[in-house]
């Protein structure tokens, strides 16, 4: 299964805007979530900036702490070595969003998001439920409890949760990667056109999203429609220069479509980011016409 959700500007070209001068705490605020909803790994990074600024100026500012312990678990949980240290940022911000403003709905779904990235999903449910109870169509609420119940291996229940957030209709990232999940939970059960049309939808709401274009792709191979697969493991990979399985899904593709020079520059482009890929090592040896043990191909 594809991995749930609980691009491409880059930081650099943020920064001047983050150094304006004048620029009041509410500002920074919403160009920070402007960024966050972009969702891409350089936009989070730079809605952490923002988030950061907002609170510089007005310490007490709670939607600011909440959104900013978001931005850590999702800047976390996109390289988790490379970042230790961003969980328990996350949930001192999280702690000092509910400090700040205890009937914040936003601070509840931040504690949640801190208990889902630790592992502990029975506590983030109850926290989601807790900011369901103050806003009834919190999508990114809704769209965390999908998540939850399916970690609790409840999928009827998750794609219940998944459609609310769907349904909800105020919030088009939410609304996304609701879309994503259903797409992967239709393609885990091998309706392939239905998983096609749903990420298309996940694609057209969150266009920056790596994990969608990849999820494209593999279907798109399911299909036996290898072209498109290409254009969308190249967008993926576009959107995030390390991602090993976008590049992996590329070389498989070109492997497929007999196109060698580009499947051994795909090939080599993981091992450039992984040397001991065993996989990329197999692939580049069939091509080269050794003999090579079980060849996985997406």
């Known amino acids: 299964m594809a991995d749930l959700i609980l691009y491409v500007m880059t930081v650099v070209m943020f920064l001047p805007l983050c150094a304006g001068a004048g620029e009041d705490p509410q500002t920074f605020y919403e160009r920070g979530r402007e960024a966050y909803n972009r969702f891409s790994d350089d936009h989070i990074k730079a809605a952490i900036i923002f988030f950061e600024k907002a609170i510089e100026g007005s310490p007490s500012f709670s939607p600011a702490y909440s959104a900013l312990a978001e931005a850590y678990i999702q800047e976390y949980l996109r390289n988790p070595e490379a970042s230790p240290g961003l969980l328990e940022k996350a949930a001192a911000a999280a702690e000092k969003a509910l400090f700040t403003d205890a009937r914040s709905a936003s601070a509840h779904k931040a504690i949640a998001s801190v208990y889902y990235a630790k592992g502990m999903v029975a506590e983030a449910i109850e926290e989601l439920e807790r900011a369901i109870d103050m806003v009834p169509d919190y999508a990114r609420a809704l769209l965390n409890l999908g998540a939850c119940w399916l970690a609790m291996e409840d999928r009827e229940r998750a794609l219940g949760f998944f459609r609310d957030a769907v349904n909800a209709d105020n919030d088009d990232l939410a609304k996304g990667i609701a879309y994503y999940n259903m797409a992967s939970l239709e393609a ?60 992996m899904g590329l070389a498989s593709a070109y492997h497929r479509l007999g196109n060698k020079p580009s499947a051994m520059k795909a090939y080599e482009a993981v091992l450039a980011v992984d040397p001991e890929s065993e996989e990329a090592e197999k692939g580049l040896a069939a091509l080269k016409g050794k003999k090579i043990g079980c060849l996985f191909i997406y």
Do not use: C, Q, W
Not at 208 to 233: C, K, P, Q, T, W
């Open 188 to 247: 885990d059960e091998k309706r392939f056109d239905s998983s096609l049309e749903v990420y298309r939808k996940a694609a057209g709401l969150v266009p920056d999203y790596y994990n969608i274009h990849y999820g494209l792709g593999v279907v798109y191979m399911n299909l036996d429609r290898d072209g498109d697969a290409v254009e969308s493991f190249r967008e993926a990979v576009r959107l995030k220069a390390d991602y090993i399985p976008g590049h």
